[in-house]
């Protein structure tokens, strides 16, 4: 019965699609639009060999904000002069981007470049399949800056899923492992100063936190401060306060059972569950923000500059933005970073993986590969990274007796912020315009926390193991199990047998696949 | 009818009512509140809201979200497109369902289960997001407006509303019109569609809104952000600021960093829902109207 | 021969009426059948570049994978649960909100306070549920501060599973009742208004009427909107409680919308997802087809 109608669907969809296909020649002004589109591209491909007609570049992207401003326009038009280029960027709403590209890959037209968000996903994985995408090492070899300016790390990650060719160029994230923003005024409130390394201890660091909950630092009177927020992953799991400090640095090499392991599945350590009792201690104590288990991190900002909290960890780069909405409510307020020392004294942090923040991979229908990648390679470029980084003479700074002066009413160049970036290159989070003094402010934290990494050796690579049916549905008892234990409802304790739950429950495989795989990298 | 219940009204106020006004008061109080609070957090400082999120009287009066807003250029764009879709939509949809309905109000009409079966089947099955995408681009309609038109022009539920209405309608106008000899399309017309006003009202709003209210159409079908409708508009800017479902978290930290803030976020929704707010106000009055109807019809 | 005239009298006399069904008839088998195909992909390893055709069927499997996850029977008891309690308290609740509105005798009032209440409906998800977590916040909330002035300790509710399900419900409520009134009132608009002159001839004060009048007026509606609520029986929404919970509420927030966006969506098992959504649209079938033969049983028309 069932199969009967199933068949009788079936063929009506065959059907229906076929008289459909043949109305749609007929007339629908969309698709032929569409196609003059195609063709037109194509002409210009064809003009490209006699004349020399710039070629159009299709892209596809996701770029968080659906129209460029001038500066990503000046930006691109400067870019397509260098490299007798026309670029066309498509941006998806940025909610529906895995979606976009689910239905790209299933329309069968593909743009030029196509932005991928990471190298497991799925549709990368079904472009690959599918040979919907090229290997670009031949291309590679002739593009120095790309090569000179990415992470060995991103490489390798690009090359975990493939036949060991590279399917895409990493838009590369340049790897910090952050420090922590206080409220540089309550410090003073309470007689503490951070030295001048910007280094302290964890005791040192809970001592901070605690006296700016108890000792009220904000002089009202009223007991309402807390010494930190934090927020959720993307689990929606409470992010610890501290991790790394405890010596949990992703996966590293290990005597235990397996040769590599991670402090959080390692059954032969602490490290994991001292990560997880200090922030449960935090949070008992009344010290952490109670918030923190539900905000997200823009919540966790605001509770920060209205005062709520007296710390948070973030991201070197935010200074400006801290002192000006903190100025607004209290102009008193000042802020001091610091890193927070392990327990030998050292200044280390996780970087996240591959330093690869999504990257642009080329379809098999692009006419002309060499001359994206020239594209990409010029905009690495030291004239082309200057372009990226400080925008465009006219548009976003003028000349003046030899000198940069830029422009007030700077927009936000999304594309340029997102396009590619050199590895490393902490200046990049300074934007040009500020003051020097500010510069000078920032640019030592950021030394300092792209400094300190230390790179897990995964490198984003994440095992098959982990699609598995009964694999996932124990991560959410695992990320249940973790909440609680933060919170106070469990005890630390638990966590011996959430961890032999999830060995039971594929974690071993899923260990023993990137063990092996970190094995084949070495 | 309706002056002798004025004359009435001031004489007798019992208990019930006091309680009755006192706990529609209240309930309005709560309703209001997201409202007030929003349209608050519009007009203030950013400072104000982080002081206190939960306003509800504008404090250090700031207009410079509404300004940004209503300079950027997908707005504009995004309200015609609205517009256009709603009332086209609306007007299509209500065809449909007249159409529609009033044969499967026929209980003799052969056929008349199996449709309806039809009809309830779409309201519970649904192919999914890949072949409803394919059946757009088969028929042509990707990237243009007849593409968010034309999926939602028909609702199982809208429908089934509507032939419910008709059946509570007293048969007996109906039949001395079918005595007099007129077709069915010229009872539909003449008779059953200005009994239908209340229901009509009902299923505009539904649809209007309906329609005001995707944004999961336009995330799909649509490519050139020209044809944007205002609710994806609107999302892109709230969710804008809420991207940490897919980035590690040092990325998150340099999104943040230029996410809209809420002041931006509730101006925009104030600006994008006010239109459809006022929708109702206007058709309430086909709704305090059925009374008199009734009056009439007695 | 004789059937024939009689059909063909019949048809005379309806032509007309199949004539209008033809458009919507048209419009659903177009927009609605020919993609209800897809749901074959519940029974395929779905591959995007493949397309749905050319994917490998994989025959029950997913249905096999789904029946005999561990969370399964955990997730399909919470979206249970939760559309009962939404049943019991959410779906009522404009009812009564629309007989206490047709009450008010100043129509001025009524317009003002049916224009009010209907306000939240326009506000997003997003929007309202950082609202409530606000209320709620243990650090400065609403609520909490009273709590704390009456002496009480904080109370962190959205991360306690207790709280978890009256949020949901009282969320629901606050932000749909007023829009649901809206079809009651015009279900009410179709009484006939002599009813109620015969019954204060009679006697009758507001509350006999209200029951006897008003309620039985809407009782189709009522009835039609029940069935319906029903086949949504194993759907609870996905931004409200996607927003509002966290892992630790996982035991009991965890219904099938979050389930298939974590395991679906998120790693890519588009086909799982699919097949989830085919075993809800069953279990809704079911319950519609069969709350609709019960109505009738009862000498009362649901549906059909």
Known sequence: MNRKILVLMMSLVLLVSATACSNNNKKTSSTDSTKEQSSSSVENGQGDKKSNEPITIKMMANLYEAELKEPDIAFLNAIEEKTNTKIEIEIPPSSGYAEKLQLMLVSGEYPDVIMFQTQDSDSYKNALEGEVIIPLDEYLEKTPNLMKYTYDASWKALKSNTDGKIYGVPRTSVTRADGFWLRKDWLDKIGISIPENGEITIDEFTEIMRRFTTDDPDGNGINDTFGIGVFVDPEKVMYPVLTSQFGDLGWQKSSGEFDYIISQYNKNTEVYKKVLSYTRQLYIDGILNPDSAVSDIQATRENFWRGTTGSMWGFGGDYNQHMEELGKLNPDARIVYAFVENENGEVKGTGYGTGMWQFWSIAATCKYPDRVMEVMDYALSDEGYDMLYAGVEGTDYDVVNGKRVYRDDLKNATFRGLFLRRAGDANFFIKPHLPQEQKDIILPILEKSVASVVRSEDMGYVPQASKEPTYMDYMATMAQGRAKILLGELEVDAYDDLLEGWYKNGGQKYVEEMNEYILKQK | MNIKLKNTKITKITTFEVINYSFMILVSIIMLYPFVNVFAVSLSSFSEYIKNPLMIIPKKIDLIAYKQILEHPTLWSSYKNTIIVSVIGTILALILYILTAYPLTKLHLKGRKLILLLVLFTMLFDGGLIPNYLLIRYLGLYDSLLALILPMVFSAFNLFIFINYIDGLPSSLEESAKIDGASYFQILVSIIVPLCKPIIATITLFQVVAYWNNFFLSVIYIKSVDKWPLMLFLREIIMGARMSEISAAGNVAEIAQNAPTEILQYATLMIVMLPIMLVYPFLQTYFVKGITLGAVKG | ?304
């Open chain 3, 1 to 304: 021969m004789g059937s024939s005239v009689k059909f063909k009298k019949y048809f005379v006399s309806n032509y007309m009426l199949y004539l209008m069904l033809i458009p919507g008839v048209i419009y659903i088998l177009v927009f609605r059948y020919i993609p209800m195909g897809g749901i074959i992909i519940a029974f395929k390893d779905f591959k995007f570049i493949k397309g749905i055709l050319g994917s490998e069927w994989i025959g029950l499997e997913n249905f096999k994978v789904l029946f005999g996850s561990r969370d399964f029977y955990k997730i399909l008891w919470n979206s249970l649960w939760l559309s009962t309690l939404k049943l019991i308290f959410a779906f009522p609740a404009p009812i009564i909100l629309a007989l206490l509105l047709n009450e008010i005798r100043h129509n001025s009032f009524k317009r003002v306070t049916q224009t009010i209440m209907y306000l939240p409906h326009f506000i997003s998800w997003v929007v309202l549920a950082g609202m409530i977590m606000n209320f709620l916040s243990p650090s400065n909330g609403v609520i909490n501060t009273v709590i704390q002035s009456l002496g009480g300790q904080p109370i962190h509710f959205l991360i306690k599973p207790e709280y978890f399900r009256t949020i949901i419900v009282t969320a629901e409520i606050w932000k749909g009742i007023g829009w649901g009134t809206i079809i009651y009132l015009a279900a009410m608009t179709s009484i006939d208004q002599c009813l109620y002159e015969v019954a204060s001839i009679e006697g009758a004060n507001r509350f006999h009427k209200m029951c006897y009048i008003t309620l039985p007026g809407i009782s189709s509606t009522i009835l039609i909107l029940f069935v319906i609520n029903l086949g949504y029986i194993l759907n609870n929404g996905f931004e409200q409680i996607f927003l509002l919970y966290t892992p630790s509420t996982y035991e009991v927030a965890d219904v099938f919308e979050t389930y298939t966006y974590r395991i679906g969506l998120l790693s890519g098992r588009f086909s799982y997802a699919t097949a989830i959504g085919l075993f809800k649209s069953v279990v809704g079938a079911i319950l519609v087809l069969s709350s609709n033969r019960i109505a009738r049983l009862f000498g009362k028309k649901a549906i059909w």
